[in-house]
């Protein structure tokens, strides 16, 4: 498969803009910067952050085991995958398959990028319909979206389906592997070498515990990292996101013990969850949430908010009628959960 084939003509022919950061790369001399027009007194955020983000890179390519130049890290999984589509996706032309019920993002980048978003529902266990999905391909198709652990159902796709999607189709496949800390299952970036056409995308939003300074990973061929690292905003990821992510990625331990806790909360939150009676169905999760569905998602949704307990309701997503997401929380914040379904429960 030739990458090459698959970008946008304006995209492999235009030049990149080459920031002051960009231009002088040398770190470790003592020099005077009069390159950017920064204002020169320090305070700690006055200079413009590395472009390259090369620190974060290092600490992530030795836990990952994957080189820097297969490194991509943007403003939260959100830009990496709009640079995905924008280096990719013809406007008007192209399309993208994604599989519904999942991760609304897909389908907003795909409508702002004016790409046509082909849908091929999961089948009711939540697999890929992997035929429906080779029908579905014509030559404008780029890319394949399969979020594994998937959200909001929670379970990971089979190895077989995804295997057989990265061998017969000659576009992109995107693993969303948002939730793959929490799973048992091992994560695709080791097959990284044998697909060509294969990237991940993860993100220290969910097992890192660091939602709140936007950070996303993609993990692909070096072809594509270069494509992305060509158009993406010179200094799209800030020193106080580099800083911090810097600060809990040499934490490992702490994140470790954390997930380890989280899914202790998650035996206990399946187990509990049996017996309430409006539930009607537990279905399998190797995320940090809970997919279920209930006699009347739109009613019980109130009476959680009611009780103080916000969960996301579902039941308006395809094959989702009547579910009720819910996040594992503190040890604490799960109890809570428990009574309080259990003080709403019928009889
Ligand atoms: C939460 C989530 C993300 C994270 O997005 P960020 O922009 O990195 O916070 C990505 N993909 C899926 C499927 C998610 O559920």
Request: glycine share 4%; hydrophobic share 35%.
């Amino acid at each position: 498969m030739e990458i090459n084939q698959l970008i946008r003509t304006n995209i492999a022919q235009m030049q990149p803009y080459s920031s002051a950061r960009e231009e002088y790369k040398e770190s470790d001399k003592q020099m005077v910067f009069l390159d950017a027009n920064e204002n020169p007194f320090e305070n700690g955020s006055n200079r413009y952050p590395d472009p390259q983000q090369k620190s974060v890179k290092r600490i992530l390519s030795e836990h990952k085991r994957i080189p820097e130049n297969q490194i991509l890290l943007g403003n939260g999984s959100d830009e990496v995958l709009d640079l995905l589509f924008r280096a990719f996706c013809e406007p008007n032309v192209d399309n993208v398959i994604t599989l519904p019920p999942t991760y609304g993002m897909y389908a907003v980048l795909s409508n702002l990028n004016a790409i046509k978003n082909r849908e091929v529902f999961l089948n009711a266990d939540f697999e890929p319909d992997v035929q429906a999905i080779l029908n579905q391909i014509d030559e404008n198709t780029k890319i394949i979206f399969l979020c594994s652990p998937n959200n909001p159902t929670g379970n990971s796709f089979s190895d077989e389906s995804i295997v057989t999607l990265l061998k017969h189709f000659k576009g992109l496949v995107l693993i969303d592997e948002a939730y793959i800390d929490f799973s048992d299952k091992e994560s695709w970036l080791q097959e990284l070498g044998d697909y060509p056409n294969l990237i991940i995308s993860q993100t220290l939003s969910k097992a890192y515990g660091m939602a709140g300074i936007r950070l996303g990973i993609l993990y692909a061929s070096t072809e594509i990292i270069t494509v992305l690292n060509k158009i993406k905003p010179p200094y799209n990821v800030n020193s106080l996101t580099q800083s911090k992510a810097l600060e809990r990625l040499n934490q490992y331990e702490d994140v470790i013990s954390e997930i380890v806790n989280i899914k202790e909360g998650r035996e206990y939150l399946l187990k509990q969850l049996l017996q309430v009676n409006f539930i009607e169905k537990i279905y399998p999760t190797d995320a940090n949430f809970i997919l279920v569905k209930v006699d009347d998602a739109n009613f019980r949704y109130q009476q959680l908010l009611e009780k103080g307990i916000v969960v996301r309701n579902r039941s308006t997503q395809p094959l989702c009628s009547n579910c009720l997401r819910i996040t594992i929380g503190t040890k604490e914040e799960n109890e809570q959960l428990i009574n309080t379904l259990k003080s709403i429960q019928n009889g």
